[in-house]
């Protein structure tokens, strides 16, 4: 059986962070099922998915350790014509969502509509609790028309609980790992400018504090210090963010060469990826899953490193290997000793890559959307029962 599908998400589809990625790479693969897929989006102008309808205007704010941007409030009439021309059998909203956009949605979806949310972000502070807290009261009368919830981790499942007092079911975020694989194998490595018979470390990720570059330098600095890494040992930065020129001062004083290549395309990150003999994603929190390592590991990163806060910690099902601590003074040492101990020590690097390897089914997104049209199912026969 297919569905018309409509996702809901405030925030725009011009740039691919997590919750976009999640959302593309679900609806691309329901879409290939013969779902009739829709997005129902804020402000956006150059839109990676067609069936796109731009339901607001947005601003920005910092949020989450973020940037990110809110819906003003959304047309009420548009709501209702869209909705009318699309009779749509789901709408999924992305949550926490906003009372301005995806809430004036739910307020109009009609009753024979199913209605799924997802939410997909952890506390990071006591701050972002209460704030989610007072969104959560202030969205109460809409999230009763919600049927059935998703969380994309234990950690977001704990967000909707203390925010929104509901129980989620876990469906993990999604990767295309075939698509990865594909593009990865395909590259032409050389593009990166590496010598790829010497290591190379790779960092890709916003250069804000809570993804942790500084931390990764202070391991390099270390393992500079105490001679861990071998001749020809080279890292490459990829991403933007506010601290990314302190991050390149700082490093212009290491002996280790590190490049800095700023915004990778989608494109090209698979073969970034594949060329990294060590994967290196510091986040100290703040993060409810990590697409990222699951990025890297499908890629062929030999190694994939993340840091062990709760969202990477349940994404790679608490691997201690891989997993490295991002607080403390002893991160950098130990952080240093396991960069080398993937460069130096091939069986060990076997092994952890064995591992990390046997999770990409579990994340796939042939898996994923399989989960997801049983609670579409699940949410479509509610309203019929009503």
């Known amino acids: 059986m297919s569905y018309r599908i409509a996702f809901v998400f405030d925030d725009t589809l011009d740039v691919l962070d997590g919750v976009q990625q999640h959302i593309v790479t679900l609806g691309k693969e329901l879409a290939r099922r013969g779902h009739d897929v829709h997005y129902l989006v804020g402000q956006t102008e150059h839109s990676p998915v067609p069936n796109t309808r731009v339901m607001s205007r947005n601003v920005m704010v910092s949020a989450n350790g973020n940037r990110m941007r809110i819906p003003l409030p959304a047309s009420r009439r548009l709501i209702a014509r869209t909705l009318a021309e699309g009779d749509f059998d789901i709408l999924h909203v992305q949550a926490p969502y906003s009372p301005f956009m995806a809430g004036r949605v739910l307020e109009a979806a009609s009753p024979d509509t199913g209605v799924v949310a997802t939410y997909h972000i952890a506390v990071s502070d006591p701050l972002s609790a209460v704030g989610g807290m007072a969104l959560g009261a202030i969205n109460a009368h809409t999230h009763r028309r919600i049927d059935e919830v998703i969380a994309v981790s234990d950690v977001a499942a704990r967000y909707a609980a203390i925010t929104a007092h509901t129980r989620a079911r876990v469906i993990a975020n999604p990767v295309d790992v075939r698509m990865m694989r594909d593009r990865a194998a395909a590259a032409d490595n050389g593009t990166l400018d590496s010598d790829t018979m010497a290591p190379h470390i790779v960092f890709l990720g916003r250069f804000v504090k809570r993804k942790g570059a500084d931390i990764l330098l202070d391991a390099i600095e270390y393992g500079e210090q105490h001679r861990l890494f071998p001749s020809g040992t080279h890292v490459t930065m990829a991403g933007k963010g506010p601290l990314l020129d302190a991050c390149r001062h700082r490093a212009a004083g290491f002996d280790t060469p590190i490049t800095f290549t700023g915004f990778i395309e989608e494109s ?119």
């Open 268 to 386: 090209a990150k698979p073969a970034l990826l594949r060329s990294a003999d060590v994967a290196v994603f510091p986040a100290t929190g703040g993060e409810s899953f990590g697409i990222v390592l699951l990025e890297a590991i499908a890629s062929g990163a030999t190694v994939t490193l993340a840091g062990d806060n709760p969202g990477y910690h349940s994404t790679l099902l608490g691997d201690t290997d891989a997993l490295f601590p991002v607080h403390g003074r002893d991160a950098a040492r130990i952080l240093a000793e396991r960069i080398a101990r993937a460069i130096n020590d091939t069986a060990w690097a076997k092994q952890v890559h064995a591992r990390e390897a046997l999770l990409l089914d579990r994340y796939d997104v042939r898996t994923i959307a399989d989960q997801v049209e049983q609670v579409y199912m699940q949410a479509i026969a509610k309203r019929r029962k009503a």
